[in-house]
């Protein structure tokens, strides 16, 4: 099949300041056994069942009722324009790969309700409408309508790329326009309080070529955290400070990622170094302090929030699916900005694990929170009334090709193995197409075959996840030492004939992970992970035990073993552990250590499964990190 | 000093169904060095500061523009009403124990105030006044209408029971009689989101004999939990399913209390059998699954709200000090209900740790939260917009010495002990005076001096705190066998003569305090606790390691050591433990155990001091629950 090629997933690949080009999401077509069916699924089941959901719950009717097409009354939130859009980013990036002339015509049929509503001005928020007319940018703090323009922008850039149409794009210049005749550093200083249109801005400017989206997006970063402040200067808002002065990821965790994504972006094009290093600052102070062993983002429920350092409750972590989607967005930003691939390890980690567990097996039910510890009463649901996970978790998976690789003036780079070909023209000139054959996640054997080649010599740079120790690389058949860099990869660089061979040895070891000692839940506790997979314990699993009350010895061994009909085929780590008894606390909260009994054990069998798969069956108590003593 | 005797703090005396009839509150006199100089600074310093505070934020000056004498806008919160009568309450209960013509003025003149306030038809919220007249009772869930009327009740019965006087009592029962009015089986179904106004009823029933206020406070909780909802059935208003069938404390954890306070207070009236059931099956929620071991409640930020069976975070413990205060009513109620000392032990571990940490040593600042570990961000404030926890705090130690002993038809019960008096009238005839001496909590050895008996015989009932484990008791120096019963207290039945004396030793080991499995962040971890008292480690004390990293091994002893000028005098906790090194975690959060090496340790003194006097020094780091591994 012969695809028209798309853009960037994020087009970075004119960008001055970005070291890394991402290819197009076109450039690499997956064709192994986990994603694969996942992206399957998202196109045939998720899409056509996020439209259903939006036509019942009458997100589409209220564009309808903006153009006059209906006269009823505004169904649902405010803001739920935005998941119309995140749907039609995911149907346009599910085209880019698999066009399919049914879900273009219900895309277009979309974009055509979404065109009709515009107003004559470019403004677009069906929330606003009639007798809302007048409170428009009235309330920009609580009312989320510069975000459902940003979510605009991306689906209409996406659509672009995808497709070359520019229907839906004229409608958001159109918007963007109006938007930039209303603020601006000469005419209304404001800000929307969740970010998202910063961003979009920038994509707009990278698909149009206006720089005044760029200042716009720019201007938008920048009013936050003035005095006095746009929203009181609250932390919630990220307003407590100007952005180049914030240290520490906080507020609510998808407005703080958001607004990582929209600055990474400003800097990608400016190079502005202060914007620069206040994302050094928060990526430290999320990755080093805030951020869930699975990816997850946002320990609070209150405020959808960080926390403080090393607060990362287990049976409360919020981590909602969308900020694990935005931090894989903000980390691929930044892995293209400094080519470092540290950010493709949280990126990975995250996509694998919190993003991941935000989606039954089937494609149609989500998670909201993501705990890593649960009795069984936390269960993924069809839908929300505030519904932007599932829309988010669609157009995540629609544009996952778009994530696995990069190029640059010196080759090409791998982020993420998956079997499939990549299909990617040099900056330099000439095609590398390369085909890689793994059964990853669950074995780390990688193998790369050169199927075409420049006759220059070009690098390519196997990035080697930062849960890996004992990495190594034959080349051909024969054992090679790659240059390897402090930045976890493995750089070969050569004249490259079509039939070379690389394999890439990941070895996946099961690792006991433990946390820093100020997580007070995580004390005396391991988390499991196998490659980039993290585990958990479902009761479902064990009849003999409660896995709360199960304690994981340090010299326990665990198995893998890859079972094909369970949970869509998974590796489970299979071993012997113990259960302790509470039979000293029937009917009891605290006890005297001294007058307590040893609790009784008992040895149990026990069978972890990959954290994102939990809650698919029967529901019951789930833990991911497990007691070691 | 002679008082006017007065009533008890809540008047059980003659509720057919309660086994114990409180003694009223100036038959007990305390002259302790712990609770007695704490209630002269709740008179001498807390009650001026407040009735300043409630002067500043404009709370009187709202019932001065509802009477029409000052033309200016409501001031603060709509509930604020609540905090003025709060502070009358604690302001009578102080007149009863401690006669004082200016605090009696200024009680007067703010009484003055409020019954200026009142309309003709008996209605009082200063809220609903002029143009918001028009709202009265038309949103009962959100905006505290009766609960504010709950709250002039309460006040106004502590006011007549402390001074005989029925100025305030006659707009407290004008307005329970607007309430009646609109209200009941043929009028107005309808009950306040926030539970408080039912135990104020049935005490209003109790001051006055009339029935109707009793009715309508059964009324109020018979609203909740019918289909449909009250409140959209939402447990956070204790409103999914109807009371007698509440099986968990759920919801805002003052509300839930408030509704158990109302609830036993019914039962003490009407022995409504189902009523009982639900109040113990409330009760061992509370205490067996979601209580703190300080006696806090209610785990969660969101909702101020109890959480899950075990889930008890301390560092996000919400465990507002209305809630501890709300626990302390309710089992005061239990114990006069049933006389079972359970009841006693979580009423005297409440007042002690949780309760009395809301209030700085000084009597000035309060915490909202009482968080079990802090990282020296969590201070006490002068007063809050939302000031429901300081007069509460007020309220509660100026009614305090109510709280230590009731009577049955059997004889005299001690639940509480201090230094002090007991004057108390047996319900069969006769007087007893009895004289405790005790450095209680530092001391729990308690001498009583039998000052004055009746010529027949009755029983003197001890309580033995579930903390003891090896109490003994002397009668005139020689060593008793008192009839223990399962309940948790001595008795002893005799013919008693002046001079009697009889010595109780309850002996104070220091406590490993260890909690169930399921409490996910206290694995591994102790609480210290000696007597009544539960212990935590603050930075302050500690210069060689931060609080966090300490290890309190099984074997290391723990000396108890009074110093005279630490925090007002407390016995501190004296011992060896570990500091554990944290150089394996500069700029990491998560590493796998198969590479870390194990953490430095080196030996640390450290000095355990109450709880309730914590963050009263220079800020930093404080655990109460310490790793122990």
Redesign the interface.
């Known amino acids: 099949m012969s695809l028209r090629p798309s853009g960037p997933v994020v087009d970075m690949s004119h960008s001055p300041h970005a070291k890394l080009r991402p290819v197009p999401l076109t450039a690499v077509r997956l064709e192994d056994a986990f994603w694969a069916p996942r992206l399957a699924v998202n196109r045939e089941v998720t899409l056509p069942a996020q439209l259903k959901q939006c036509e019942e719950t009458g997100r589409i009717d209220n564009f309808r009722r903006a153009a006059g097409k209906k006269q009823i009354d505004f169904q649902g939130i405010y803001f739920n324009d935005s998941d119309v859009y995140k749907w039609a980013e995911a149907a346009a990036f599910s085209l880019a790969t698999h066009p399919d002339p049914v879900l273009e015509a219900d895309l277009d049929a979309v974009i055509a309700e979404i065109a009709a509503a515009q107003e004559e001005d470019g403004y677009l928020d069906t929330y606003f409408t009639f007798e809302r007319k007048p409170e428009r940018f009235t309330n920009l703090r609580d009312l989320h309508e510069i975000y459902c323009a940003g979510h605009l922008i991306q689906a209409a850039v996406a659509h672009h790329r995808a497709t070359g149409k520019t229907t839906l794009l004229e409608v958001a210049t159109r918007l963007a326009d109006c938007l930039d005749k209303t603020f601006g550093l000469d005419l209304r200083s404001g800000a929307c309080g969740h970010e998202e249109a910063e961003m979009a801005l920038v994509e707009l400017y990278r698909e149009t070529g206006q720089t005044r989206y760029l200042k716009l997006a720019h201007f938008f970063i920048e009013q936050r955290g003035k005095k006095p402040g746009l929203f009181g200067n609250s932390a919630y808002y990220q307003d407590h400070v100007p952005f180049i002065d914030q240290t520490e990821v906080t507020g609510h965790a998808v407005r703080q990622l958001y607004l990582t994504c929209g600055a990474a972006d400003v800097v990608a094009e400016t190079g502005d170094t202060a914007y620069r290093d206040a994302l050094e600052a928060l990526w ?1 102070s999320f ?3 805030r ?1 869930y ?1 699975t990816g997850g983002a946002g320990s ?3 405020g959808e929030a960080f ?5 990362l ?4 972590a919020y981590t909602e699916t969308c900020a694990a989607i935005a931090s894989v967005m903000w980390n691929w930003r930044m892995l293209n900005l400094t080519g470092e691939t540290r950010f493709a390890d949280i990126m990975e980690t995250t996509l694998y694990n919190g993003m991941l567990s935000g989606l039954s097996l089937d494609g149609t039910h989500y998670f909201y929170q993501n705990p890593l ?1 649960d ?1 069984g ?1 936390h269960r993924r649901q069809e839908w929300f009334g505030c519904a932007c996970c599932p829309p988010n978790v669609a157009r995540m998976l629609a544009s996952l090709p778009g994530y696995f690789a990069s190029v640059s003036e010196a080759g090409v780079h791998l982020h993420l193995y998956a079997t499939g070909t990549a299909t990617v023209s040099l900056p330099e000139g000439g095609t590398v197409r390369l085909r890689a054959e793994t059964d990853y996640p669950w074995n780390g054997e990688v193998v790369i075959r050169i199927e075409e080649a420049p006759e220059a010599p070009f690098t390519l740079y196997l990035r080697v996840p930062n849960w890996c ?1 004992d990495a190594h690389v034959e080349l051909n058949g024969t054992d090679i030492f790659p240059t390897m860099t402090l930045r976890g990869r493995a750089e070969i660089h050569r004249v490259w004939q079509a039939g070379d061979t690389v394999r890439l040895t990941l070895p996946m ?1 099961v ?11 995580n ?5 499991l ?1 196998r490659g980039p997979l993290i585990y958990c314990l479902e009761q479902v699993d064990h009849s003999d035990a409660d896995v ?2 199960i304690v994981l010895p ?1 010299n326990a061994e665990l198995t893998p073993e890859f079972v094909p009909g369970l949970l869509g085929g998974v590796t489970v780590l299979r071993g012997q552990a113990i259960a ?1 008894g ?1 039979e000293e ?1 029937t ?10 009994r040893e ?1 009784s054990t008992r040895p149990v069998s026990i069978t972890a499964i990959p954290y994102y798969a939990w809650a698919n069956r029967e529901p019951g108590p789930m833990q991911v ?1 497990i ?3």
Chains 1, 2 share one sequence.
């Open positions: 430290r990755t080093q302090r951020m062993v609070r429920y209150e926390g403080a350092d090393y607060e409750p287990n049976d409360r510890a009795r009463k120790r070891p690792d006991r992970i433990v946390s820093h000692p100020h997580v007070l839940g004390r005396g506790r391991v988390a992970r709360w009350d340090d302790q509470t606390w009917r009891r909260l605290y006890r005297p250590k001294e007058i307590l609790p990190w007691s070691s003593l």
